[in-house]
T-cell receptor
């Protein structure tokens, strides 16, 4: 079974600064996908970024980028130029490429961007 | 619509009553998922539908929970004889097309059992 661990329940960052959220996972699969989802107070889960395990290049989406270390089973999210609208709960999630297609989520990190 | 929709947005029910939660996935998406988000348990998988295949019910917490998907589109999650521990946000997601590993979520239904 896969597990996803987010060890930072809460974090804060000043507006315009950079912040990194940590995530580690455990799996015996060789091919899988990793995601970061954002959940603002509106409750809507929004996909922020995805990473395929077979790709060595780290994914980037505008101000969001990941540091994917496959051997260490680490998948951190970096948010650059933080904005007030980035305030949300962030979830790291894993999905294997096998028949079990459900997401396994970490416990989440509450990020607050301070003005 | 363009995204996943869920109804109702909020539901308050008395202990022991049955409830039905509805999910309308993104048009053309073949896979549909139900998850539960509660304070004590985080985000938990409940059930997964893929096309016409038998659903993966491995996450359903008890036989009071059931779900169906009619015509490969709309899904209904039914909770019978609700208990206070069923209080949670129920999230629906769908995926499909070329990027089939990406799941897109609806806004959820907040269920409160009194």
């Amino acid at each position: 079974a896969q597990t996803v661990t987010q060890s930072q329940p809460e974090m804060s960052v000043q507006e315009a600064e950079t912040v990194t959220l940590s995530c580690t996972y455990d799996t015996s699969e060789n091919n899988y996908y990793l995601f970061w989802y954002k959940q603002p107070p509106s409750r809507q889960m929004i996909l922020v970024i995805r990473q395929e395990a077979y790709k060595q290049q780290n994914a980037t989406e505008n101000r969001f980028s990941v540091n994917f270390q496959k051997a260490a089973k680490s998948f951190s999210l970096k948010i650059s130029d933080s904005q007030l609208g980035d305030t949300a709960m962030y979830f790291c999630a894993f999905i294997g490429s096998g028949s079990a297609r459900q997401l396994t989520f970490g416990s989440g990190t509450q990020l607050t961007v301070l003005p | 619509g363009a995204g996943v929709s869920q109804s109702p947005s909020n539901k308050v029910t008395e202990k022991g009553k049955d409830v039905e939660l509805r999910c309308d996935p993104i048009s053309g998406h073949t896979a549909l998922y139900w998850y539960r988000q509660s304070l004590g348990q985080g985000l938990e998988f409940l059930i997964y539908f893929q096309g016409n295949s038998a659903p993966d019910k491995s996450g359903l917490p008890s036989d009071r929970f059931s779900a169906e998907r009619t015509g490969g589109s709309v899904s209904t999650l039914t909770i019978q004889r609700t208990q206070q521990e069923d209080s949670a946000v129920y999230l629906c997601a769908s995926s499909g097309g070329q990027q089939s590993y990406e799941q897109y979520f609806g806004p959820g239904t907040r269920l409160t059992v009194t």
